[in-house]
């Protein structure tokens, strides 16, 4: 169980965050939706300590950790226990497919070379990426880079993936392959936590959905529900608008 308790954000005198409380169970895929600039990416990287909450706790099971008091030991062990795959990659160009994900084994020193080679072979079976171990990433596509992503997340065993929009800037047809991996993953009882623009992929992939607006929690409930038939007005508009706007259906 996850736990997220009073998160407060703020940018200058910009309220991003408004006391964001929520509860995402083990195993769950939750998917954080609403208008850009509504919280959503900014609450994914205060959960990574990529961002800094003025305050609020975030609780792994035994472990709480509080932004008004946190030190070096404590974020280590906050990001130990969640991994990011970002909108942009984040891949290190210098690096083959196999590297980038060995990687961040062989920094925590969680196994020896041979062993993170095994195992990055391993990740990159399971998001259909073995072919293309030894490429570097200016020789894949979006969505290949974004499997690499996921594999690289899942090397370092978290209790939480962090995905802020995993489909942005791909091609629809790229777009199922990476919906495809995050089902597969999601089977194996991966808890993650998906920030999405495209609603029909957060119908496909989550459990739940949470509404963001101006900062706050608006409306949340199972995905297709509160995607079909939700019972906040502000949801309603939100929905109305994007919906015709991309020209979806639920």
């Known amino acids: ?42 609450l994914l990287r205060c959960l990574n300590y990529l961002e800094t909450a003025e305050s609020g706790k975030v609780s792994f099971d035994d472990f709480t950790f509080d932004f008004s008091r946190a030190g070096k030991k404590e974020i280590v062990s906050l990001r130990e226990k969640s991994t990011m795959v970002f909108q942009n990659f984040n891949l290190f160009k210098n690096m083959t497919v196999i590297q980038n994900v060995m990687e ?4 925590n020193k969680m196994c020896d070379k041979n062993g993170a080679r095994q195992k990055a072979l391993e990740l990159l079976r399971q998001v259909g990426m073995e072919g293309k171990a030894d490429a570097y990433p200016e020789n894949l596509s979006g969505g290949q880079k974004k499997r690499v992503g996921i594999a690289r997340a899942l090397a370092l065993n978290p209790k939480v993936i962090l995905l802020d929009e995993p489909t942005s800037a791909l091609d629809p047809e790229l777009v199922g392959e990476v919906l ?3 089902r597969s993953i999601a089977k194996k009882g991966m808890t993650m936590i998906i920030v999405t623009h495209e609603m ?49 259906s639920i």
């Open 104 to 107: 961040g084994l062989l920094i």
């Open 1 to 42: 169980m996850i736990k997220i308790e009073h998160i407060v954000k703020r940018y200058g005198k910009n309220l991003v965050l408004k006391d964001i409380s929520l509860e995402i169970r083990d195993g769950e895929t939750l998917a954080l939706i609403g208008s850009s600039g509504a919280g959503k990416s900014t």
């Open 200 to 248: 029909d992929f957060a119908a496909n992939v989550a459990d739940r959905v949470v509404f963001l607006d101006k900062g706050e929690i608006a409306e949340q409930g199972d995905a297709k529900e509160v995607l079909s038939q939700p019972k906040e007005e502000r949801t309603k508009k939100f929905l109305a608008r994007y919906l015709a706007q991309n020209d979806y």
């Open 180 to 182: 495809s991996v995050i």
